[in-house]
């Protein structure tokens, strides 16, 4: 059925469609109805039950298909590559799930998993999902301070890990990022079992780690146990205002039937086909595309350790297309960039065949036009940009591949997915013309595999996403609709920045800065960076009487940001001012500041304190090499 047919469907419909896609699903007992108008905004299945293990390993076994190819990993850092089944996965997963059960961890019971992209890491997660615990991935770039605030909210049983991570010149030990992070944090799991990488061995702590290895080699298999349609498969971190993160929960049946759905409808992938995601099992792009949705469809799944350029070179990404017959491939636009920038005739792309290749897709930050052509051009076929979040799980606006094409419109993302009715509103709330700028909101209820709330914070989930615009969720984004009913994504509302497709709290930032004892203030602001979309760029006004250099506080800066948040900060850059500029009420204006470091016309604000500030910080934005010539 085409895009249209399909999005009309659903609006005359959504019951029916909801209930018509939840039929793609093995269920032990089938929900009596697909939305429930229960908790802050509504729940999917929540009668049913049902495993999404069983769903994405054990009835594809079970129907026949143990010997298909289920995960491919694929290291450019060890240059290995190794395929498992889903019969081989199935007793892996079926093993883990027995030590996790034998140690005590069931229904309910957190468990965190802070793993590189080795299939382990995938294993560990299907492995909660067969026992109905629910658990919490932290993405390794992230330093023990991060962990330990991950640890404190989700208060896990048990810790599944790696001795280490692989990334390019140097081996990250995640052992001892571990061990400093129990040390930090409040909340003691009793057990940790820890995969040993022959990279880095880990030390470990009689009476709490297990090795990984010996612990399944020994461990007794477990069935899949049955969880309602309402029980979180899952919590995902992600970057709010402030430094505590937010716990995005994960409804278990609604997870199912949304990847169920857009697996074959927007990616057109189906059993035996191969998907390639190149991002990290830590973001939800990973959770979705990477291990639960690929599976559920029967497919095969390519978990890929390496980076774009430089492991060993621009080609990598192709290679793997053409070595594992990739159909459809999906990526973040700076990787893209990146791959441009090292290989920008695509010399590198001729060397393989990619004849199986249908799609480049993209998400994660706005894929700029350039970025598009360069990949349509090379790789001859269509390049999908798409958008969506850790909140919604899944895609809200697609071109959706598998129901037909629609005409590409670069610089949007298309158009809404059936379940997602987007509008426009301005500050008031209200609806704006096609074309014109406002705040993306989303009407309630949200479909399937979006978040029902915040784990142990649904005040926090209330203020944040529903009470600005009440009847709608909050996405946070700015754009406009066109004419046609395409969607553009242009800005965030709010304080979160992109850097190389991660996404970043400056306020997370801002609290590291402030707590370097030489710093009165400051303020973070997300600059354009020709990579990586944005990067973090910190501005800070010194203590009276403070003896140490400017310098020496711009040095010891960058390190804390990198030892509290983790390198995936990208936070490099920190300059020193007098003041910073202030509306008359005491608020820092962050916007003007980036548009000046983006070399951008600026408008002095009617309500600035002091509009002489403002060359002040044109200068020291200028030492630090802002606005960057590109
Ligand atoms: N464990 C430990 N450290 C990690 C890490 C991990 N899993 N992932 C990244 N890091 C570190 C990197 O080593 C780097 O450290 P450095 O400052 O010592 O160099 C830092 O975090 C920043 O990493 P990254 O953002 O990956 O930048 P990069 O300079 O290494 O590479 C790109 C640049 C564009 C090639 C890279 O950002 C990229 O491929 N991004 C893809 C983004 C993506 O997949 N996003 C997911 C959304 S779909
Ligand atoms: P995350 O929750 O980490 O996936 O980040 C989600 C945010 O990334 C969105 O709210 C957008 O700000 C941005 N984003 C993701 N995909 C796109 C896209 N295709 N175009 C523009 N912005 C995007």
Redesign the pocket.
């Known amino acids: 059925m085409a895009y249209r047919d399909i999005y009309s469907q659903w609006q005359s419909d959504p019951e029916g469609f909801w209930m018509g896609a939840s039929r793609a699903i093995d269920w032990t007992r089938s929900s009596s109805r697909a939305f429930f108008d229960q908790g802050p905004v509504g729940e999917w299945f929540a009668d049913g039950m049902v495993n999404t293990c069983w769903n994405a390993i054990d009835r594809h076994v079970a129907a026949g298909h143990g010997d298909r190819i289920a995960v491919i990993h694929d290291s450019a850092m060890t240059g290995q590559v190794a395929r498992m089944t889903y019969a081989e996965l199935q007793d892996r997963v079926a093993r883990l799930a027995g030590v996790l059960a034998a140690h005590g961890v069931g229904m309910g019971d957190r468990v965190i998993i802070y793993m590189?992209m080795i299939p382990e890491a995938l294993q560990a997660m299907l492995a909660c999902a067969r026992i109905g615990a629910i658990h919490s991935v932290v993405?390794?770039?992230f330093a023990a301070h991060e962990l330990a605030v991950r640890i404190d909210d989700a208060q896990p049983k048990a810790i599944l890990a790696a001795s280490c991570?692989l990334?390019p010149n140097r081996t990250?030990p995640y052992k001892p990022l571990l061990d400093k992070a129990l040390d930090e944090a409040r909340h003691k799991p009793g057990l940790c079992v820890v995969h040993q990488r022959p990279e880095c061995t880990a030390d470990m702590t009689p009476g709490r780690d297990l090795d990984w290895d010996a612990a399944v080699a020994s461990a007794t298999p477990v069935d899949c146990v049955p969880v309602a349609g309402n029980h979180p498969a899952y919590i995902l971190y992600t970057s709010g205002t402030t430094g505590q993160p937010k716990g995005v929960v994960r409804h278990t049946a609604g997870h199912l039937v949304a990847l169920a759905w857009s697996v074959p409808q927007i990616y057109d992938i189906g059993p035996g086909d191969v998907f390639f995601v190149?991002?990290?099992v830590?973001?939800v792009?990973g959770h979705s595309y990477i291990v639960y949705g690929p599976l559920i469809a029967g497919a095969t799944t390519v978990i890929f350790e390496g980076?774009?350029?430089g492991t060993p070179d621009a080609g990598t990404f192709w290679r793997i297309v053409a070595d594992h017959k990739v159909k459809s491939f999906f990526?973040?636009p700076?990787?893209i960039r990146?791959v441009k920038r090292d290989d920008p005739q695509g010399g590198l792309i001729g060397n393989y065949d990619l004849s199986s290749l249908r799609a480049l897709f993209l998400?994660?930050e706005r894929a700029d036009p350039d970025t598009i052509t360069w990949a349509e051009h090379h790789l001859k076929v269509p390049v999908i940009d798409h958008w969506w979040q850790t909140e919604t799980g899944w895609p809200i606006a697609a071109n959706p591949l598998g129901a037909g094409l629609l005409p590409v419109r670069k610089g949007s993302p298309s158009v809404p997915m059936p379940g997602y009715a987007v509008h426009v509103l301005d500050e008031a709330g209200h609806p704006v013309a096609p074309g014109t700028l406002g705040a993306i909101a989303l009407k309630l209820p949200l479909p399937p595999g979006t978040l029902p709330t915040l784990w142990n914070a649904e005040d926090r989930f209330r203020k944040a996403y529903l009470d600005h615009f009440p009847g709608y969720y909050e996405t946070g984004d700015a754009g406009f609709v066109d004419d046609d009913g395409y969607v553009f994504i242009m800005a965030r509302t709010d304080d979160v920045i992109n850097?190389?497709?991660?996404r970043l709290s400056t306020g997370a930032m801002e609290e590291v800065l402030s707590a370097h004892p030489a710093v009165a203030e400051c303020a973070v602001i997300g600059v354009a960076d020709p990579?990586?979309g944005q990067a973090p760029v910190g501005l800070l006004c010194l203590k009276k009487g403070v003896t140490a250099t400017s310098q020496q506080v711009m040095t010891e800066v960058v390190a804390m940001v990198r030892d509290r948040i983790g390198?995936?900060a990208?936070f490099k850059t920190a300059c020193v001012v007098d003041r910073l500029p202030k509306t008359r009420s005491g608020k820092i204006l962050r916007a003007t500041m980036a548009k000046i470091a983006d070399g951008e016309e600026v408008k002095t604000p009617a309500t600035i304190d002091d509009p002489a500030i403002l060359d002040e910080i044109r200068a020291a934005l200028a030492g630090v090499g802002y606005p960057c010539k590109r």
């Open positions: 590189p993405f390794g770039g991570g990334e990250v190149a991002s990290d830590g973001w792009v980076k774009p350029v990526t973040a700076t990787a990146a998400a994660g850097v190389a497709g991660h990579l990586k390198p995936v990208a």
